[in-house]
């Protein structure tokens, strides 16, 4: 069954142990924040920094795999039609509207999105970390390390899907960042299966 998150929404459901979650981008360009916690334990969460580390890479795609906070696989990318990810920035919030985009009365973001969606499962938003952000192109400055966020590589239908390697809550956004999905907000859809 598919569902759809609406344009700059989002919503969590648990996955158990070997399900997988494909996020698909039905109009193309849309970026998704993706989060998962360890469902009996909530202070063990996707790390950013352990799986870039333990990749060597910036660039997650099919075969890499999503480490928490303890050095633990939560997810495997077993499929992935764009292969141009980010697991560098933080979700957009208010506050990033608020500094970045100059914005008076800033909508809440993914980060806003994710506290209100994850709540019901106990997790607050102090326990809120990177997302890997499903689609969002971000280009690296080689010399400089200069961040750029460019309009996502994915097209109508794209799709990544993840395996999950333990129980887990998962927040999932349509991100909310103009600059993100290129300056157009559109809804994210997923299955589980």
Do not use: W
Request: net charge negative; glycine share 8%.
């Amino acid at each position: 069954m598919r569902h759809q998150i609406q344009p700059r929404s989002g919503t969590a459901f648990t996955l158990d142990r070997g399900q997988r979650l494909t996020v698909i981008d039905p109009e193309g360009e849309q970026v998704a924040d993706l989060l998962a916690f360890r469902r009996d334990d909530i202070d063990e969460v996707i790390s950013s920094g352990r799986t870039l580390d333990y990749a060597s890479r910036i660039f997650l795609t099919t075969g890499d795999k999503i480490y928490s906070n303890r050095s633990n696989v939560l997810m495997e990318i077993v499929a992935d039609t764009v292969g141009r990810h980010d697991f560098l920035l933080t979700p957009c919030s208010a506050d990033t509207f608020r500094i970045i985009y100059g914005d008076t009365e800033p909508h809440r973001g993914c980060f806003g999105n994710l506290a209100q969606a994850l709540a019901p499962y106990g997790i607050g938003p102090d326990r809120i970390p990177v997302a890997f952000n499903v689609f969002m192109n971000v280009a690296v400055d080689g010399t400089s390390g200069a961040l750029e966020v460019r309009p996502p590589l994915s097209r109508a239908g794209d799709h990544v899907t993840f395996e999950a390697r333990e129980d887990l809550i998962i927040g999932l956004t349509a991100c909310s960042a103009l600059q993100s999905n290129n300056y157009a907000f559109k809804p994210i859809q997923y299955e589980i299966a």
